[in-house]
């Protein structure tokens, strides 16, 4: 293995750095704006340290210098009447653009580097959202993303949410936190990804698959976390900022800085917050506070030809899970769905107990990005340590004794080499490399729901893309392997050990064409997910219903067994392939801007639970689900429009749909429903502060395409009965009507002067009682009332 | 050191930890919450041999239905008193002792056929909660806990009998019915009395 990998490093290596010679041939070009008007700045002039060459824009603000022999220069951007800028530039970036910022203005000049288009998103549909200009609360990444078109938001009640991008979320969406996969015990639903968004920058969402770029899984999109790029050549500038918010009585703190020097430039950020029990408009939701820290560091190197970077991340959280929520058998379960108010509701208060969840995540990552004449190396190697705690209700010293107590231990290393052009061809290849340990540790008292588990995956990719007249193709292919150690106690405690290994071939064609003030783009790729440990051997019962995966049960003629552990070879279980068309239009002219997206994708073997009978143990009946799997079709769309009315009123529309249909019947339980969101904003100019009002009323529809609905009593009628044909004959099905539609009204009020930041926001401010299809505590109790949220932010700006 | 080629020093690094793979088994855990053997040892009063009937659920959260064994039988006329025994047959542990000692968040219901016995009348005290039954044991707060119960035959008859244990965390009151909390144990027997 050690000597393949290093044939491969120095067959880059020796062939690029034979060509890496100095010639004057380099050429920065770049447009000059005013900050404060948006519009083209002439006459700036432009000067390259230390040399004597320079320019001045042309009446379009475009400049040109020619003929510099450095591979990386410092630009002097200047102009009078306008703040000074130096701006850090090599010639691996594209054409920067220059914001110049008028002296009396408060804040200061700008410059944006242009990205290379060599991605492997070409022909992908994405959406960014910069984190700076949120303006709802958002406490986690779920919530952040979900302003996002054709993103949704599962979620376990109030705490626990994660993204869903065109109806796909978990184990079906990569998480990529600054090209390093977010690797955590991502099978479940109620387990949220340990992000705290405020260390960022940028979200962007790719709503294609993207597998072939970024690996397994991302069979429904990937969500890229951009953290501020540590730039070369600024005094200490970032935030500090808190907020206050009513519905939980909470607060957070959060702070993040950066600097940078000749060659080095550093970050670090810190986020607290607390929140006490949420309130439905009608009753508390007790025991559903949540505690949350984290902190982050980074630090860059920057040589000729090469930078370094190193990054360092933790975070820790406790939530607590509506105790109402948390019951045991079928009966107790009726009554607690049937009650008007969730049972265990109590006076408000920070305390959380269980049911809850304890979670701490640490990283540390090392990038290297090596510069030859016309390409480059990228390598990141990332280490990512989760543990995750789950408390349950139980009997005595057991309730304060986790019931899921689990350590993985993850390193990723991704070798990028990015190509000179070659025919036209641009394009990049790699080699990733995944090594995953996990642990029940000891002390639950109870029988480990996964498996102890190891697993290696190697993967190797090469995309190219070329560009036509106004048209960009791209394809790209990759290889992934993986194979997993599995030690585990099957239910009499006994040892059982297997080694499973899956692998894929999957592609991808991307186009894209641009004509007159429109965009076409249009991507078709496959993407694959093996299934996860916990589909494939979870065993056990959590809270009022009994899991098993593919091997802990066995079809029999007479029903199902569990007695046994199977193997690949007593029943295999095929991976997740996936095949998604996506094509989006997009347009602006003059005021209006517009985006259409539709999109197909046809899931092979799709992977869910569904409920297949019940059993009755000494605690009374208890439905159970198996896993198995079934060719799934999604078809939507989304389209969104913004429109500038006047300079000071714009608004936005967006509007999302997703149809799921099971192909061998019926559909799934969970899909979100189709909703419909505007948003109205106006500024006023308030002589040195400025003003901006926005309102989002958002409607929810009623989900019309639901699975069959068998309320519990009436499982109990067939339990008594013992009509298990009634049962088999059944699809998916779910145990509760689906929730109506639900109309929300937010709103936002912010106030900006000088550096400061006032902003007051309002979430349901109608107070409207309401229940989410996607959340998975519906069934016990209703969503948020009213909340409203101060929140004060300090700039620090760059001298 | 040569800066040239620093990826060299980052994969070994790599290679090196990542060689650190395992193949650690997961510990054996003694599952407390499992209930698998429950026994209600009818005991009569004034002498003689204990009655005893049971129900078992070896595999636990397995797919096997709980198996009650036979129908309760007793004799007309006769004064019994009940306990009930938990076992966890995996770990071989006394649950009915943890349910006394956390006796204070724990307590047993029962529902039977209407007046099946002659003490206590009616039909028990889970779907009509203000019905008697004759607990004979109490918490540290004077609450009935149900691990020991007394019951009075006459008549002949016949029907069921349910057994209900509820855990109620901070819940138990002298008022609380058997729809608060969460069931550790709900088993119905078939009863004939003659």
Redesign the interface.
């Known amino acids: ?2 000597r393949v ?2 044939t491969i ?1 120095l067959m880059y ?1 020796s062939c690029f750095t034979l060509v890496a010679y100095q010639k004057c041939d380099h050429k920065v070009e770049g447009t000059v704006f005013d900050l404060r008007t948006g519009e083209k700045l002439p006459f700036a002039t432009i000067l390259v340290e230390e040399t004597q060459k320079g320019t001045v824009s042309d009446i379009d603000g475009h400049f040109e210098i020619t003929n510099i022999c450095q591979d990386e220069v410092e630009l002097i951007i200047s102009y009078i009447g306008y703040k000074t800028n130096t701006h850090h530039h090599d010639f691996h970036h594209g054409s920067p653009i220059i914001y110049l910022a008028p002296e009396d203005y408060s804040l200061q000049s700008v410059v944006v580097e242009g990205e290379l288009l060599r991605d492997g998103k070409v022909g992908q549909t994405t959406s960014t959202i910069e984190i700076d200009k949120l303006t709802a609360s958002s406490h986690n990444l779920g919530q952040a993303l979900k302003q996002l078109s054709g993103v949704e938001m599962v979620s376990t009640g109030q705490n626990v949410n994660k993204p869903v991008i065109h109806g796909l979320h978990s184990n079906r969406i990569l998480i990529i936190n600054d090209d390093m996969r977010h690797e955590f015990q991502n099978w479940g639903t109620d387990h949220a990804p340990e992000i705290d968004p405020d260390q960022f920058q940028s979200i962007e969402v790719i709503k294609g698959a993207a597998t072939v770029k970024y690996g397994p899984d991302a069979l429904g999109g990937v969500i890229l976390l951009h953290p501020k790029k540590l730039a070369l050549h600024e005094s200490i500038n970032g935030f500090v900022k808190t907020s206050a918010f009513t519905n939980g009585m909470g607060g957070s703190i959060s702070s993040q800085i950066h600097a940078g020097g000749h060659k080095i430039s550093g970050t670090f950020g810190v986020r607290s917050m607390i929140q006490g029990d949420l309130r439905s408009p009608d009753y508390m939701l007790s025991n559903t506070g949540k505690k949350e820290t984290s902190f982050n560091a980074g630090l860059r190197y920057h ?1 000729p030809k ?1 930078d ?1 970077e190193l990054r360092g991340s933790y975070f820790s959280q406790e939530l607590g899970i509506l105790r109402g929520s ?4 079928l ?2 379960l009726i ?1 607690a769905m049937e009650s008007d108010i969730p ?2 509701t109590e006076e408000f208060g920070y305390a959380i107990s269980s049911p809850k969840q304890e979670v701490n995540h640490s990283s540390i990552k ?1 990038k ?1 990005k ?1 510069y030859f004449a016309n390409s480059w ?1 990228e ?1 990141t ?1 990332g ?1 990512q340590l989760n543990n995750r705690f789950e408390f349950d ?4 010293a ?2 304060e004794t986790p019931s899921i107590d689990l350590t993985l231990l993850s ?1 990723n ?1 991704e ?1 990028d080499f990015f190509h000179p052009k070659i025919i036209g061809f641009e394009g990049n290849m790699g080699l990733s ?1 995944m ?1 995953q ?1 996990n ?2 540790n ?7 729901f996964v ?2 588990f ?1 697993t ?1 995956r190697l993967g190797f990719y090469l995309i190219e893309n070329k560009k036509i007249g106004n048209a960009t193709v791209e394809f790209g292919t990759r290889y992934d392997w993986q194979t997993s ?1 599995i ?3 099957d ?3 006994d ?1 059982f050990f297997d080694n499973v290994d899956f692998g894929n071939l999957s592609a991808s064609l991307g186009f894209q064409y641009s004509f007159k003030d429109k965009l076409f783009r249009s991507n078709v790729a496959s993407a694959w997910r093996p299934p996860s440990i916990s589909e494939l051997y979870s ?3 959590h809270q009022a219903s ?1 899991e ?1 995966g593919f091997w802990r ?1 066995e079809e029999l003629e007479t ?5 046994e552990v199977l193997t690949q070879s007593d029943k295999p279980v095929k991976s997740e392939v996936g095949f998604k068309w996506i094509n989006s239009l997009s347009g602006s002219k003059e005021n209006i801007s517009w985006e259409m997206v539709f999109y197909l994708n046809y899931i092979k073997d799709y992977i869910y639970a569904t409920p297949r ?1 019940i ?7 208890f439905p ?1 689900w198996i896993y198995t799997q079934d060719d799934a079709l999604f078809v939507g769309g989304d389209v969104s429009l913004d429109i500038q009315h006047t300079s000071n009123l714009s608004s936005n529309l967006s509007i999302s749909y997703v149809h799921a249909r099971n192909l061998s019947g019926g559909t799934f339980v969970g899909i979100p429903p189709a909703n419909i969101r505007y948003e109205l904003r106006h500024k006023f100019d308030l002589g040195k502060g400025k003003l901006t009002l926005g309102l989002t009323p958002a409607y929810t529809f009623r989900q019309f395409n639901e699975p069959e609905i068998l309320e519990l009593p009436d499982l109990l009628e067939i339990q008594k009965n013992n009509d298990q044909e009634r049962l088999n004959e059944m699809d998916v099905f779910d145990i509760r009507e689906v929730p109506e539609g639900y109309f929300l009204l937010n709103t936002n009020v912010n106030y900006a002067l000088s550096q400061w930041i006032f902003s007051v926001s309002g979430s349901n401010l109608l107070n409207n009682n309401y229940r989410s299809y996607t959340d998975r505590l519906r069934y016990f109790s209703d969503d948020l009332g009213i909340n409203i949220q101060l929140e004060i932010k300090y700039k620090i700006l760059s001298k | 050191m040569k800066t040239k080629n620093p990826f060299y020093f980052l994969l070994f690094f790599t290679l090196i930890l990542m060689s650190c793979s395992d193949d650690d088994v997961p510990e054996a855990e003694n599952d407390e919450e499992i209930i698998t053997d429950v026994s209600l040892v009818f005991s009569p009063q004034g002498g003689g041999e204990p009655l005893v009937f049971k129900a078992v659920d070896p595999d636990g959260a397995g797919v096997a239905d709980l198996q009650v064994e036979g129908e309760i039988t007793l004799a007309v006329n006769t004064t019994y008193e009940l306990f009930i025994e938990m076992v966890n047959g995996i770990e071989n542990e006394d649950i009915s002792e943890e349910v006394e000692e956390e006796g204070d968040e724990h307590q047993l219901f029962f529902s039977f056929t209407n007046d099946l016995f002659a003490n206590p009348t009616g039909s028990g005290n889970i779907e009509a909660s203000a019905g008697t039954v004759n607990y004979n044991d109490q918490d540290e707060n004077g609450l009935p806990i149900g691990l020991i119960t007394s019951w009075r035959t006459e008549a002949a008859g016949q029907g069921s009998f349910r057994v209900l244990l509820k855990h109620q965390p901070d819940l138990k009151t002298s008022t609380s019915t058997s729809g608060v909390g969460s069931s550790d144990l709900d088993i119905t027997w078939d009863i004939v009395i003659e």
């Open positions: 293995m050690i990998l290093m490093l290596l040589m090469m370094l948390n019951t045991g058998n009966d107790d009554a049972f265990y090392l290297g090596y190396l390598t190697y280490l209700v139980r009997r005595g057991n309730n390193q290393l070798i490399l090594m340990d642990n029940n000891p002390g639950t008292n109870t029988i480990p498996p102890n190891n290696s150690s030690r585990g106690r239910n009499n405690n040892l065993f056990g019962r009994i098993y049960y029903g199902i067994a569990t007695a009978g059993t009755s143990t000494v605690r009374g009946a159970y």
